[in-house]
């Protein structure tokens, strides 16, 4: 039997997010450069995005490019921006057959203008799919998220909009720029590195964490699918006791 095949499809992670690691390394064991590695991961993401819909993940967010990714070399971060465009133009007409809504998060304020106008027109052009929703993390941070958050939150209590005492998770968690999201359930990172890296901190509260030896450019549709199997394979058991979930699952 096919893996796809063994998922349970009632016991889908709503929320995927993905660290995509590995593709400097692993171009450099092939002996290009590391741009080779970032353009060859162009079809990972492809095979993730499609095996993530046939499934019914309902939010697949990819770490794209973080803050700290503006210390690589000049050339590299460049390359990353055209191939940002380049992919975004490629891919829509297939995002809008798929039925695929593209989003993001991050201070996309920052990328070059061409980047953030064909991120702006790819958005613009699936905002009506209802399928699978894949959010871009761009230029994102998690620190930089809660800051800004927090610093919302304090802007509203200065002016006297809320009451400080009134804050509490939820009002923290709605000025998050994953607000409409909800939280992570499983975080997939590649090339065996086993961090979170500055990635959906607050989200990632009670995700499960899959890491795969894997580069991202060798990543396919099969390895997704073992992982959500691994996933639909752990107790989730948020705070009780396993003997707690079984009494809740009898009764």
């Known amino acids: 039997m096919i893996l796809k095949e063994r998922i349970d499809r009632n016991k889908v992670p709503g929320h995927v997010a993905v660290i995509m690691d590995g ?32 499934i019914g993940v309902e939010y697949l967010t990819l770490y794209a490019f973080s ?33 695929v809504q593209l989003r993001s998060i991050g201070d996309i304020s920052k990328l070059p203008s061409k980047s953030r106008k064909a991120l702006k027109e790819g958005i ?3 905002a009506h799919n209802t399928g699978l929703k894949v959010v871009l993390a ?6 930089w998220d809660m800051v800004q958050a927090a610093a919302n939150l304090a802007r509203e209590a200065a002016s006297g909009k809320i009451d400080p005492e009134s804050i509490d998770e939820h009002s923290f968690r709605s000025h998050l720029s994953t607000a409409q999201m909800p939280d992570v359930e499983l975080m997939i990172r590649t090339s065996g590195e086993q961090r979170i890296s500055n990635f959906l901190l607050w989200e990632l509260a009670y995700a499960e964490l899959f890491f795969s030896p894997k580069f991202w450019p060798e990543f396919r549709k099969q390895d997704f699918f073992e992982a959500i199997l691994d996933f639909q394979g752990r107790e989730r058991r948020f705070g009780k006791t396993g003997q707690q979930l ?6």
């Open 23 to 54: 593709n400097g390394r692993w171009a450099n064991l092939m002996g290009k450069p590391r741009v080779f590695g970032h353009q060859s991961g162009v079809q990972s993401v492809r095979e993730v995005v499609e095996a993530a819909g046939e």
């Open 67 to 99: 803050t700290e990714n503006w210390k690589r070399p000049a050339f590299e971060v460049n390359a990353l921006m055209t191939l940002l465009v380049q992919t975004i133009r490629q891919e829509v007409n297939e995002l809008v057959k798929k039925q």
């Open 124 to 126: 613009a052009a699936t």
């Open 138 to 143: 761009l230029n994102y941070s998690a620190k």
């Open 246 to 251: 079984k009494s809740m699952k009898i009764g």
